[in-house]
């Protein structure tokens, strides 16, 4: 007589560590990764639950950046792990392309008022702690510091020829803002201010004070950690 082995279902886990019925009784900001990710997924393996399957993928990532593994990988790639196939792939490529558009389109679903350099490494740490490439960018501020726009102004090492003002400010004048907070990335993952950092935020801040628009700070963005130019005497 053939065995036959039933798949693990989420509705053989205590009631308490089922992930819908947990986000219903206590919203889901109390969920953990693993479980957020399995009500996306929806079912497990044939040996293991969608939260264990879940769990399993969130390991493959750094211990201290687990969602970089499923930013980076492509969707080939992702069908080939075990217990995870085309469906379950694209949901998960799709939730962590929402995530990042979420991520950069925040400012035009409230409104952000900056009053620190925390302010704004919060604001653009989830998206730019995953990045691979070196990206600058421009937070654009109205006289209140409301952050108005997000504008990509290159990508790549950081060069003083790469991060021209021409370029920097552009959008800032076409926008008519009061300040500016350029911001960028450390893909290895420390954010601490390179001889060059220092040196194109001087020449910046030189050319705000030209074009009247104030560059209030330069923030670097590394995994769970940023640098603020502002806070290190350089502006």
């Not at 980076?72 to 995530?99: N, P, T, W």
């Not at 653009?124 to 108005?148: C, G, S, T, W």
């Amino acid at each position: 007589m053939v065995k036959t082995f039933s798949r693990p279902k989420i509705k053989d886990l205590p009631i308490s560590e089922r992930p819908y019925e947990k986000l219903e009784k206590y919203g889901p900001a109390m969920l953990s990764d693993a479980e957020l990710i399995a009500i996306i997924i929806r079912t497990g393996s044939n040996s293991e639950t969608s939260v264990a399957l879940a769990q399993r993928l969130l390991m493959q990532g750094d211990e201290d950046n687990v969602f970089s593994f499923l930013y980076d990988i492509s969707l080939d790639e992702l069908k080939e792990i075990k217990g995870i196939g085309r469906v379950k792939a694209i949901q998960i490529k799709a939730m962590m392309e929402l995530a990042k558009r979420i991520s950069s389109s925040g400012s035009s679903l409230k409104r952000i008022t900056v009053k620190s350099p925390q302010d704004i490494a919060d604001y653009m740490m989830p998206e730019m702690r995953y990045l691979k490439k070196e990206y600058f960018k421009a937070v654009l501020l109205n006289a209140k510091n409301d952050i108005i726009k997000v504008v990509d102004i290159s990508i790549g090492s950081l060069t003083a020829s790469i991060v021209h003002p021409r370029e920097a400010f552009k959008e800032a004048v076409r926008n008519s803002s009061n300040g500016v907070i350029f911001v960028h990335n450390h893909p290895s993952g420390d954010p601490e201010p390179s001889s060059e950092d220092i040196s194109i935020t001087k020449r910046l801040v030189e050319a705000g004070k030209i074009l009247g628009i104030s560059v209030l700070d330069h923030i670097i963005i590394g995994h769970g950690r940023f640098a603020s130019l502002k806070e290190r005497g350089f502006i």
